[in-house]
C-alpha cells in the first residue's frame, strides 16, 4: 500500500485553464490551455491508505507586441501586451476500498489575473474551475487517466470570459529511473459569451495538446522540454451576424527544471516561445509551479 507522502511527492494534478482574456488589447490573444503543467505532473499514485491534500501555485508572465498572420508570419504590433496570472489550486486525494486500484482527486482553482498594454491595466479574480478526475496504473511505472472541470462565469467582470465551460481531457505518465514523461490530449466547450453591453458570441471550441519529457539528472535537479499546442475554432455572433474572431492555433516549444526540495515540495520553472501559429498572440512566457503535498 503507497501510504507515505515520499512515495506521492510531487504528484499535483495538472488542470490548468485558458487565462481569462477578454480585456487583452488583440482579438485572440495567446495562452495555450494546460500550459503551466510541468514534469510528473499525472505521477499519480494508487491503493494508498489515507486521503491527502495537494496545494499548487502556478505562475505566468506572458509579454509580447507580436501576433500571428493569417498566413503564418509575425507581425509586429508596437504595443506590448503583459499577462500576470497566478492560479491557486487546492486538490484532495482519496481511493475507495471497494474500488481498488483506481485513484480519485477533485480540485479548485481560482485565477488571479492582471492585463497590461497601450497604457491601460485590467486585475481581478478570474473565472475559477472546479471538478474530479480518475486514473488507474496499467503498470507500476504508468498512469492514464480522466479529468473534466467546468469553468464558471463568476469572476470580476473585467477578467472573466463571461461564459460556462467544460475543459475535458485525458493525461498519462510513465517514469523511468532516469527519465520522465507525462501530458495531457483534450478539449474546451464553451457556452455562449454574454459580456455586459456587447453582442452575445458562440465562442469556438479548443483542441489542446501538452508534452513534458524529463530528465533525472540528480536528486534535487530534474531538467525538461515542454511542448505545447492548440488550436481553436472561429467565433461567430450568436445572433448569425458573421464572424466575432477567427479561428486560431499556436505550437509553443520551451525548457525548464524541477528542484525537488524534499518529499513533499518541488518548485518547477519554464521558459516558452511560439514557434508556429496563425491569427493569436505570440506566446513569450515565463512559468513557474510550486507543490506542497500533505
Do not use: C
Request: hydrophobic share 40%.
Amino acid at each position: 500500500m503507497e501510504n507515505s507522502l515520499s512515495k506521492i511527492r510531487h504528484m499535483a494534478l495538472g488542470a490548468a485553464l485558458t487565462i481569462p482574456l477578454a480585456a487583452v488589447p488583440q482579438a485572440r490573444a495567446s495562452d495555450i490551455t494546460f500550459a503551466v503543467i510541468g514534469p510528473q505532473e499525472y505521477n499519480l499514485p494508487v491503493n494508498f491508505k489515507d486521503p491527502f491534500n495537494v496545494f499548487v501555485q502556478y505562475g505566468e508572465f506572458n509579454s509580447t507586441n507580436k501576433v500571428w498572420t493569417p498566413s503564418g508570419g509575425l507581425y509586429n504590433t508596437n504595443v506590448n501586451t503583459n499577462l500576470f496570472v497566478g492560479l491557486s489550486k487546492y486538490v484532495r486525494f482519496w481511493t475507495f476500498d471497494s474500488i481498488p486500484n483506481v485513484g480519485f482527486a477533485y480540485e479548485v482553482i481560482v485565477p488571479e489575473v492582471m492585463i497590461t498594454g497601450a497604457g491601460s491595466a485590467v486585475k481581478g479574480i478570474g473565472d475559477p474551475l472546479t471538478g474530479p478526475a480518475v486514473w488507474i496504473k496499467p503498470t507500476k511505472d504508468t498512469t492514464l487517466g480522466l479529468q473534466s472541470f467546468v469553468q464558471l462565469p463568476i469572476g470580476e467582470t473585467q477578467v472573466s470570459n463571461h461564459y460556462w465551460a467544460n475543459y475535458s481531457s485525458i493525461f498519462f505518465d510513465w517514469e523511468t529511473p532516469l527519465l520522465g514523461f507525462t501530458g495531457n490530449a483534450g478539449a474546451v466547450f464553451r457556452s455562449i459569451q454574454s459580456a455586459p453591453g456587447v453582442a452575445r458570441i458562440d465562442e469556438g471550441t479548443t483542441l489542446h495538446a501538452n508534452l513534458r519529457l524529463s530528465w533525472k539528472a540528480t536528486k534535487l535537479w530534474e531538467p525538461f522540454v515542454a511542448f505545447d499546442w492548440q488550436t481553436t475554432g472561429s467565433a461567430n455572433f450568436a445572433n448569425g451576424g458573421g464572424v466575432a474572431g477567427l479561428a486560431n492555433q499556436e505550437t509553443a516549444l520551451g525548457a525548464g527544471v524541477m528542484a525537488h526540495f524534499s518529499d513533499v515540495a518541488s518548485l518547477t520553472l519554464r521558459y516558452s516561445r511560439g514557434v508556429e501559429g496563425y491569427n493569436t498572440g505570440l506566446t513569450n512566457a515565463g512559468y513557474l509551479k510550486f507543490a506542497y503535498v500533505w
